[in-house]
């Protein structure tokens, strides 16, 4: 209904007083929602405050009217629905059509809010507490037992690729009619058939069979496997989460000591999905100097034409803007990470980005490798802060609890913020060519601590040298977003922006 206007004759004898002081008339206006607005003016007299009064009072009706037939819409359509459902889904789908219909209708009832409230907070929350009970207690068990189940037969061993802390990792590849492979180079076909094996340090601590559903944290390499492989088969069920991670194939352990493999080794396995991780680009080893050795696979071609500037700049939001969308997906399912760092990043041949190494991962929908007071990290990419949570969080006794008050825990305590300030960090290193290399790196993260996490302090005092063309660009888009990432957080576990805040940034707004 469009606003109906009044106006108010500085005529009147009440009025001509005023008219000297204004002559423009007052008006009243009765807005859509049936509100009175007076605009400053001469005043209405009573004839015309009744005449607007009784304005507001159809608009009332008329909106209450048309609520009303919205609310019966909602209402049939509730019963349509009702009758070619199932009986267990036919009542709850007509109680719940009743209460969105009475909320319309403006008559809401206690018990359909608090219904409401409590669906809103169960499933669509994040973490949602339904999703993480279902994962936790239905899929976990059911994955066990269908999940696929290497051998050592199905399998050849190649070249090593890294070793950490908790495991050491090899290239491998899943054999084709029983037979291993034994030449050095591989054919298209072969490439297709990569794996990647992560051998388990059982490193003679004793491995508690149940410190997951304790929400306990890993001790020890042998519970970090464990606590891995939870957090990539927890991903692997999410299909929209599980595109911006390795594909996890599962674990084993080694049934034979043959090929490399020693009986009752335990493996765990991955898609091979890349050759170069963003810590490889950085370093200069794709060849060419970053982010020029990225040009292709990020932008889709190489652009002659386009200036340099301009293109770093492309392929660095571009890489940033996959990271954080990754973190944002994996918070939604109340996973942090805790390990962000460019060698867990994977790039692959079509530029999507891949996060790994997840045996450091807390999983806060369930408590899931988290104590309060303890953390993993990399001090070269860690928040000041060190813990996801505040040290004296209260600990959830079991699974369920914490998936219920999850999303309670989440919003107070803020844990993603503990992997958007990595993100943070990452775009220092790839934007200021003096910061890519790890023992540069190491001396940003001291120099930053002596500045109490200030970044613009640091530059001011300490990087000043540095080049900051690519963050200075566009009136300083991506120094800005930097500055929102590292940073410490404020009282109340907030100040610092998360992955989905900082994909709104006007960092990744489209260039003209
Ligand atoms: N799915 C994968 N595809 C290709 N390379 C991988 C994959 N997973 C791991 N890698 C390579 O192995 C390295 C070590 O793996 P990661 O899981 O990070 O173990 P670590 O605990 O030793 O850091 C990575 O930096 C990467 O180069
Ligand atoms: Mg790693």
Redesign the pocket.
């Known amino acids: 209904m469009r606003a109906k206007a009044l106006q108010i004759s500085p005529t009147a004898p009440e009025n001509r007083a005023l008219s000297s002081v204004s002559r423009k008339p007052a008006t009243v206006r009765v807005h859509k929602r049936g509100r009175l607005h007076v605009r400053a003016g001469l005043l209405p007299d009573t004839d015309q405050i009744l005449s607007a009064a009784e304005s507001i009072g159809g608009a009332a009706s008329s909106n209450a009217r048309d609520l009303q037939g919205i609310a019966a819409g909602i209402r049939s359509a509730a019963e349509t629905l009702g009758a070619y459902l199932p009986w267990p889904l036919a009542d709850p789908t007509l109680a719940l059509g009743a209460d969105v219909a009475n909320i319309v209708g403006l008559q809401p009832t206690w018990e359909g809010v608090s219904r409401l409230l409590a669906i809103y907070y169960i499933l669509l929350l994040r973490p949602s507490p339904f999703l993480g009970l279902l994962d936790f207690y239905v899929l976990v068990p059911l994955s066990k037992v269908i999940q696929r189940r290497y051998q050592v037969a199905d399998l050849t061993l190649r070249d090593r690729?890294?070793?950490?802390?908790?495991?050491?990792?090899f290239e491998g590849i899943r054999n084709k009619n029983g037979r291993r492979i034994t030449g050095s180079s591989l054919s298209k076909e072969e490439k297709k058939r990569r794996v990647?094996l992560?051998r388990v340090n059982l490193d003679g601590s004793v491995l508690r069979s149940n410190f997951l559903k304790a929400g306990t944290m890993a001790r020890g390499a042998g519970e970090t496997g464990v606590a891995e492989a939870y957090m990539c088969s927890r991903i692997m069920r999410d299909p929209l989460v599980r595109q911006c991670v390795?594909?996890y194939q599962g674990e084993f352990i080694a049934d034979a000591s043959d090929g490399g493999f020693t009986k009752g080794t335990q493996w765990l396995v991955?898609?091979?999905?890349?050759?170069s991780?963003l810590?490889?680009a950085l370093s200069g080893s794709l060849g060419a100097k970053f982010p020029e050795s990225l040009e292709e696979i990020m932008l889709g071609r190489i652009r002659e034409n386009l200036d340099t500037e301009k293109r770093d700049a492309a392929i660095i939001k571009s890489i940033l803007k996959k990271v954080l969308i990754a973190l944002k997906r994996l918070h939604s399912l109340g996973i942090v990470h805790r390990d962000v760092k460019p060698?867990?990043i994977?790039i692959t041949g079509g530029g999507n980005v891949?996060i790994?190494?997840f045996?450091a991962a807390a999983d806060l929908c369930t408590g899931l490798n988290f104590s309060p007071g303890q953390g993993f990290l990399d001090p070269r990419y860690s928040p000041p802060e060190e813990l996801v949570l505040p040290k004296r969080f209260p600990k959830a006794p079991f699974p369920a609890a914490a998936a219920l008050v999850s999303p309670l825990a989440w919003q107070i305590g803020r844990p993603d913020l503990f992997d958007s300030y990595s993100a943070g960090v990452l775009l220092m290193q790839m934007a200021v060519p003096e910061l890519r290399s790890a023992s540069a790196l190491r001396g940003f993260n001291k120099a930053l601590g002596e500045c109490d996490y200030d970044l613009k302090e640091w530059r001011n005092t300490k990087g000043y040298r540095y080049d900051f063309d690519l963050l200075d660009r566009k009136g300083g888009a991506a120094w800005d977003l930097a500055q929102k990432l590292i940073c410490r957080r404020n009282a109340v576990n907030r100040g610092r922006l998360s992955a989905a805040g900082a994909l709104a940034h006007r960092f990744f707004l489209p260039e003209l």
């Open positions: 690729m890294g070793s950490g802390n908790f495991g050491q990792v990647v992560k390795a594909e991955w898609k091979f999905e890349s050759d991780t810590g490889d060698e867990n994977l891949k790994i190494d045996g």
